[in-house]
Nanobody, 134 residues
Framework: QEQLVQSGGGSVQAGGSLRLSCGASRNIYLRNCMGWFRQAPGQERELVAAVYTGGAVTYYDDSVTGRFFISLDTPKFTVYLQMSNLSPGETGMFYC???????????????????????????WGQGTQVTVSS
C-alpha cells in the first residue's frame, strides 16, 4: 500500500525548533513533488515547503524562507522539514504530501508553490500537531 508516514512535531516555545519526518514508499517518492502543508484551525491547508525528489530543487513560502529547510534522504525515501524560530501563529497541523503523478514528474516546475497546491496532491501523511506557545 502506498503511503506516507510522518513523525516528529510536538510543542515548543516561541523561537524554538522542531523537525518533521515523512517516510514514503519508493513508488511515491521517486521523481515526484513532495512537500509540507500547514493547516491552522479553521483554515485551509497551505504549502510551506516543497521539493522535487528528482533533483532536490526546493521551494519555500515567503513566510518561512530562511527559517524552514526541506531536505531529502533518498536511500530512505524520506523527506524532512527542519523548522526554526517558530512563532505562535504557526501553530497547526502539518501534513506531508506527495504529488499525484509519481515517477512521471520530469522537472521541478510542478513542485513550485504556485503549482503544487492541494488539488495536485495524491498522497497525504496522517498529520502531526505543532504547537508553539508564547
Amino acid at each position: 500500500q502506498e503511503q506516507l508516514v510522518q513523525s516528529g512535531g510536538g510543542s515548543v516555545q516561541a523561537g524554538g525548533s522542531l523537525r518533521l519526518s515523512c517516510g514514503a514508499s519508493r513508488n511515491i517518492y521517486l521523481r515526484n513533488c513532495m512537500g509540507w502543508f500547514r493547516q491552522a484551525p479553521g483554515q485551509e491547508r497551505e504549502l510551506v515547503a516543497a521539493v522535487y525528489t528528482g533533483g532536490a530543487v526546493t521551494y519555500y513560502d515567503d513566510s518561512v524562507t530562511g527559517r524552514f529547510f526541506i531536505s531529502l534522504d533518498t536511500p530512505k525515501f524520506t523527506v524532512y522539514l527542519q523548522m526554526s524560530n517558530l512563532s505562535p501563529g504557526e501553530t497547526g497541523m502539518f501534513y506531508c504530501a506527495a504529488g499525484k503523478s509519481p515517477g512521471a514528474v520530469a522537472s521541478s516546475r510542478p513542485c513550485r508553490g504556485e503549482e503544487f497546491g492541494v488539488s495536485e496532491v495524491g498522497y497525504w501523511g496522517q498529520g502531526t500537531q505543532v504547537t508553539v506557545s508564547s
